[in-house]
């Protein structure tokens, strides 16, 4: 076995829309993830996320862990001075407990914060600061993060998720501790090749089901085989809501330094994936519907004799996921209007309107003043109903899809109200819906409806889609288009497609 090392282990995630007027602070985290050092290992090492493979790694090569922190906050507007700095304080406290021979960080790559647009470089910056150029710091992302410069330079291992819906946080976190304990034995000396696109946007949204982006990770991983001294070659799809300098999909290679030809190599592998991202840079696989659209094809599914599973429709402009408000009503609207019949709808987060069923109680009916309240302006009027309370839950559940598979969560306060034959969820905390869990807890089973529809862009799809006779996506206007043109961009570079005509190199 190995020599015992200590490994500084955390977890700091945010994906961040700076279109949002909500901030996030640190109760934000407290009520997705928010654990502290001995609270991490029991909470986590039983799931599929980054911190557990962390976990398996330790065991595997023997490591001391020193675990601050695991905080993540559903994705909103800018994080808080307050709430960065107290992040920040828990993590380089645990520089301060003795000598380290490694970093390994699970963050997300999309994090703005009030005083610093590229909150994930700021944080390396200071470890750096603190642990020196030598210590090996690896760094998994998203597969949406917006690479910096920063980031690039300061991490000695990068590698983001290869799946969307990202099913491989495990796996991905893993093959980064793999190569730190290569760095840490002295076998490799790797570093990081970053360049970035002219793009906003590209790459297929991200989408790992066929298209632009599978393209060029299958291409990413033939390069990564081939090629001696490249130890890990990867895509990013970036994050287009960020409306900062450094947005965009992005190439980032792990290589070895002690290889003499690894960063030529690098370089040149960059350069052909991002001609392909550039020259492909408007091919996309799915598109969405606006609602009249929508409507006529969920009212043909739900009274379609031959076929009865369910026919999915993702609210995906309104993802919580994405940073929007989730608290949209658009949509619900649209299918209240066509008086669609056995319809699952959710999750909307409304804290008020979850209140007074449980006030309410079990069986009975009561008046509701749903959504829009986030921010009216984006949504228009609440609607005002009148329903009947069918399911009541605390809000705790544990995640049983492919997504973030055994981790806990929690929605706070959920009713589930029957209008008009729509069962509409509705909880305290806002969540994007990515897992099955979160209808099950108020008695409602997804695969009983003739409609379900998601405040989801595309996570949902691991959960929902095996069970769905189709699936397709609404835009109710909300905060996560792909319509850039609806959002006012101040910050990002230029010429950047699509909000400049470039010319690929």
């Known amino acids: 076995m190995s020599q015992t090392r200590r490994v500084l282990s955390a977890q700091i995630a945010h994906e961040t829309n700076t279109f949002s007027v909500i901030p996030t602070t640190l109760e934000d985290y407290r009520k997705r993830l928010f654990l502290r050092d001995g609270e991490i290992a029991a909470a986590l090492a039983d799931t599929r996320m980054e911190i557990a493979a962390h976990l398996a790694a330790a065991k595997r090569y023997g490591w001391t862990l020193v675990q601050p922190l695991a905080a993540a906050a559903t994705p909103s507007g800018k994080v808080t001075a307050a709430c960065w700095a107290e992040l920040q304080r828990l993590v380089y406290a645990a520089c301060e407990s003795g000598p380290l021979d490694g970093v390994i960080l699970a963050l997300h790559g999309a994090m703005v914060t009030e005083t610093d647009d590229d909150a994930e470089g700021a944080l390396l910056e200071g470890l750096r600061q603190r642990l020196g150029e030598t210590i090996p710091i690896a760094v998994t992302l998203d597969l949406h993060a917006n690479v910096t410069e920063r980031m690039g330079r300061l991490a000695s291992i990068m590698l983001p998720y290869r799946t969307y819906p990202h099913i491989d946080q495990y796996e991905t976190a893993f093959r980064a501790a793999e190569l730190l304990q290569a760095a840490m034995d002295g076998t490799t000396r790797p570093k990081v090749f970053r360049s970035q696109a002219p793009l906003l946007d590209g790459c297929n949204h991200g989408r790992t089901q066929g298209g632009v982006m599978s393209d060029l990770l299958a291409r990413a991983a033939d390069m990564e085989a081939q090629t001696p001294g490249l130890l890990s070659v990867d895509v990013c799809a970036g994050f287009s809501r960020s409306d900062i300098a450094e947005v965009g999909p992005s190439i980032q290679i792990t290589y070895d330094a002690s290889h003499n030809a690894a960063e030529a190599a690098a370089r040149q592998a960059a350069a052909a994936l991002e001609d392909e991202m550039v020259r492909r840079r408007a091919e996309v696989t799915v598109t969405a ?20 599973r369910p026919f999915v429709i993702a609210d995906f402009s309104d993802n919580p996921g994405s940073g929007a408000y989730g608290d949209g009503i658009r949509l619900l609207e649209a299918l209240l ?43 228009g009027p609440p609607l005002t109903l009148t329903g009947r309370v069918t399911g009541l839950s605390d809000g705790a559940f544990v995640c049983e899809g492919p997504m973030n598979a055994g ?35 108020l008695g409602a089973e997804p695969a009983q409806f003739r409609v379900v529809a998601v405040k989801s862009a595309h996570h949902f799809r691991a959960a929902f889609a095996p069970m769905a006779k189709e699936v397709i996506l609404a835009d109710s206007g909300g905060l996560a288009t792909f319509d850039h043109s609806k959002l006012t961009y101040r910050n990002v570079r230029r010429p950047i497609w699509p909000l400049d005509e470039i010319v690929p190199g």
């Open 289 to 308: 519907l606006d609602l009249p659209d929508a409507m006529k094809l969920a009212a043909a599914a739900a009274t379609d004799v031959a076929d009865t």
């Open 337 to 379: 209007q066509a008086e669609i019949r056995s319809v699952l709808f959710g999750v909307l987060g409304d804290p008020e309107a979850a209140s007074r069923c449980h006030a309410a109680g079990l069986g009975a009916s009561v008046g509701v003043v749903l959504g829009a309240k986030r921010h009216p302006e984006s949504y």
């Open 407 to 441: 981790q806990p969560m929690t929605l706070g306060p959920s009713a589930l109200l029957e209008v008009d034959g729509i069962s509409i969820a509705i909880s305290t905390n806002t969540l994007q819906t990515y897992d099955q869990e979160m209808f099950r807890i």
